[in-house]
């Protein structure tokens, strides 16, 4: 019998085949991509003695007394709420800048070709870290809050995607507007700005993902530790991991003679747990946005 006359469930063998190695190779991708990040959450729930014997698939030793240690340290608490303000403000302030450039550089004005063209060659050329912080110095941002909000205020590879996503709303919705005598923000604020919810939407989970992960402004622009940011503060702990297990397992210690008790964490228990910190609230984000994300993307890349 000819292997092209063989059929499974009405197909050609040999498409079946493909098919189920297809299936394979998809699965062994998604894991590849995937463990990594579940091998840290299951590690940080692990007891710290047991998780440095392997770690594979379950915590060993469930417990959340990594997440205790790692929380009770004494800055974390405030450095969280500065990040979260900084990430919610500077998410705002990028959407609203870069929306409302991205539909004025749809208008013709004169001068918009060079305009829009300064725009992207920021995509393409940068100073340095020298000249950067020599211009951040100039204009005061150091040791100040607006450091993290106004550098960021505008972002050229996302006006391009809220540019390219104005320019397929139909025309005639503005020229409505304009015969019932709305000027530019009207029209802006109350046709643009609803139309535009998916772009929106996805612009502005990468602000919020660049925002919350950002350090290095803080590293170089801000001493005061009333200004740290929660992603500066782990850094510092996952640099000092070794120390900061000491610090712990030796009050771990203090309260054992009192309570029968002893539990020592590792440095890289400590890692782990400040890893799954610092990522998980803005994992939380994404699905509540995933639904106009897609739709943004997409959209917005349509023409260039």
Request: proline share 4%; with cysteine.
């Amino acid at each position: 019998m000819n292997n092209k006359e063989l059929k499974v469930f009405g197909k050609d063998i040999s498409d079946v085949l493909w098919e189920i190695v297809k299936d394979v190779l998809l699965v062994l991708f998604v894991f590849i991509c995937v463990y990594p990040f579940y091998y840290v959450i299951i590690y940080s729930l692990s007891d710290p003695q047991l998780a440095s014997r392997g770690v594979y698939f379950w915590p060993r030793g469930f417990t959340l007394q990594n997440f205790k240690e790692v929380l009770g340290l004494g800055d974390l608490g405030h450095a969280f709420l500065v990040s979260v303000t900084r990430t919610v403000l500077g998410t705002l302030v990028t959407v609203l800048c870069t929306t409302l450039l991205a539909y004025q550089v749809t208008k013709d004005f004169w001068g918009r070709k060079v305009c829009y063209r300064f725009i992207i060659i920021t995509m393409y050329t940068g100073g340095g870290l020298i000249p950067w912080y020599l211009v951040m110095t100039a204009y005061g941002f150091t040791n100040s809050f607006l450091a993290y909000i106004v550098p960021g205020a505008v972002a050229a590879g996302n006006m391009i995607l809220v540019k390219t996503f104005i320019e397929q709303l139909p025309a005639s919705l503005e020229e409505s507007a304009a015969i019932e005598g709305a000027g530019f923000y009207t029209t802006f604020f109350k046709i643009i700005i609803p139309l535009s919810k998916p772009i929106i939407a996805t612009i502005a989970v990468y602000r919020m993902v660049s925002q919350w992960n950002s350090w290095k402004d803080n590293y170089f622009l801000n001493s005061k530790k009333s200004l740290m940011t929660m992603q500066l503060v782990l850094r510092n702990y996952l640099t000092q991991a070794q120390k900061l297990a000491n610090m712990m397992a030796d009050e771990n210690n203090i309260m054992a003679e009192d309570l029968l008790l002893q539990s020592t964490v590792t440095p890289e228990s400590v890692r782990m747990t400040a890893v799954v910190v610092t990522m998980l609230p803005i994992m939380l984000v994404y699905p509540f946005a995933q639904k106009y994300f897609t739709k943004g993307i997409m959209m917005g890349a349509v023409k260039g």
